[in-house]
């Protein structure tokens, strides 16, 4: 649900191309380099959109949103028009002007994030229902999703689908498939149940089965925890604070999405204990390194079922750990804000860093910031010309690394962690 993208749609990508023949492939040349991708004037980051442009302007909309910011007309404008004329959307359309047809590769992940943050800006009505209209369109018959159409459901798609679907306004637990599945059906299929060994990883959500088998999985269990509660990524804090628990064994109801919820929560939070964040072990690598994408999303699951001190250490862990990740990356920055909201934490004063005006850095100026250059003073008292648009010094040096957070956002994307 997060900054975590690329890989997924390169995994998509390798499902679709596995059929074809290596004989075919070995008497054809080479292709010749591609041009590099424009970034489009209203899309948010400078790092190549193909797999994850309509994700990223999604999430940083959505953040400004929560911050209180007027997004640039021209942000919102991008994003509708990435939308094809059945409501669906692709991870990125070069040219938004052509129609989609049968080889548009449809992503119900990015549609689920575009749904979210349209419905949270208002006056998109139209829009947020055909997209809705879409996705319930290309259920599986086991009640879930998967991230393209006509694959195997896996629970992070189905998660966010029917977190998108809540917000829009529907009524995820009454939809049901052509094989009469309910999308919470098709989503509670992939928690791991009273039965699980080790009893620590009751409550959480796999992927999806590896050799018939549930394997916990931080990004699977942070989505449903929020379907699962009937609410998307932007959490509205709460003052309710209750401690987090182990799945309910023997549930009273292994059926009820909330109960689910709370389960999921309950393992984030012990999760979260050991290090007071998420780890993850990424390819090539002998020991599991920090995840710093999954340990937003844990804080702001755990904000969403009321379990704001479970959330607090890794929120602190963020505060400090999270900047060389977020640096210049739209959606990582959307998603550091989204946990300081869910939290009831100030985004403009995360351990130090005002990310809400390095968010707004990433794209267009938001409507009301200033155009022209002006004057501030530095830290000696001296009159200095400070750029446009709020620019600070994350995106200074942000820029430069933006191929670097591009391959963090690969190794951390949303994929098998625990079958790599």
Not at 229 to 244: I, M, Q, Y
Not at 263 to 284: I, N, R, S, V
Not at 375 to 389: A, H, N, R, W, Y
Request: hydrophobic share 45%; charged share 15%.
């Amino acid at each position: 649900m997060t900054v975590r993208r690329s890989a997924a749609a390169l995994a998509a990508s390798a499902v679709l191309c596995v059929g074809v023949a290596p004989a075919a492939l070995a008497d054809t040349p080479s292709p010749a380099p591609s041009a590099p991708v424009v970034i489009p004037s209203g899309l948010y980051g400078k790092a190549d959109p193909t797999y994850d442009g309509v994700w990223r302007q999604s999430f940083a909309l959505l953040a400004q949103h929560t911050a209180g910011v007027k997004p640039a007309a021209t942000a919102v404008d991008w994003l509708v028009g990435q939308s094809c004329a059945n409501g669906g959307f692709a991870a990125f359309r070069a040219d938004a002007g052509a129609a989609c047809d049968d080889k548009t590769m449809y992503d119900t992940n990015a549609t689920a994030a575009a749904v979210q943050a349209l419905k949270a800006l208002g006056g998109k009505d139209d829009a947020v229902r055909k997209s809705a209209e879409w996705l319930k369109s290309v259920q599986n018959e086991d009640g879930g999703w998967s991230y393209v159409p006509g694959t195997p459901s896996d629970a992070n798609s189905t998660a966010l689908v029917i977190s998108a679907l809540a917000v829009a306004g529907e009524k995820p637990a009454e939809l049901r498939s052509k094989a009469g599945k309910s999308a919470y059906e098709g989503l509670l299929a992939f928690q791991l149940g009273c039965a699980t060994e080790p009893a620590t990883d009751r409550g959480a959500f796999a992927y999806q089965p590896a050799d018939g088998k549930l394997v916990a999985n931080a990004d699977a269990t942070a989505a449903a925890a929020l379907a699962g509660l009937g609410t998307g990524a932007a959490v509205v804090p709460s003052g309710t604070d209750t401690p987090a628990a182990p799945l309910t064994c023997p549930a009273a109801n292994p059926a009820d999405p909330a109960a689910a919820a709370q389960g999921a929560a309950g393992y984030l939070a012990e999760a979260l204990k050991k290090d007071g964040h998420l780890t993850a072990l990424t390819p090539g690598a002998d020991q599991p390194t920090a995840d710093t994408g999954n340990t937003a999303d844990a804080v702001i699951a755990l904000a969403a079922a009321g379990h704001k001190q479970a959330a607090t250490g890794a929120l602190e862990w963020l505060k400090s750990n999270s900047a060389e990740w977020s640096k210049g990356s739209p959606a990582a920055l959307g998603t550091l804000v989204l946990a300081a909201h869910a939290t009831g934490a100030d985004p403009k004063s995360f351990g130090g860093t005002d990310l809400v005006a390095a968010l707004n850095a990433t794209g267009p100026a938001p409507q009301g910031a200033a155009t022209d250059a002006t004057s501030v003073k530095d830290k000696d008292g001296e009159e200095k010309d400070k750029p446009s648009g709020g620019e600070n010094i994350w995106w200074i040096i942000g820029a430069g690394a933006a191929a670097g957070v591009g391959i963090g956002m690969l190794l951390s994307g949303r994929r098998k962690k625990n079958q790599l």
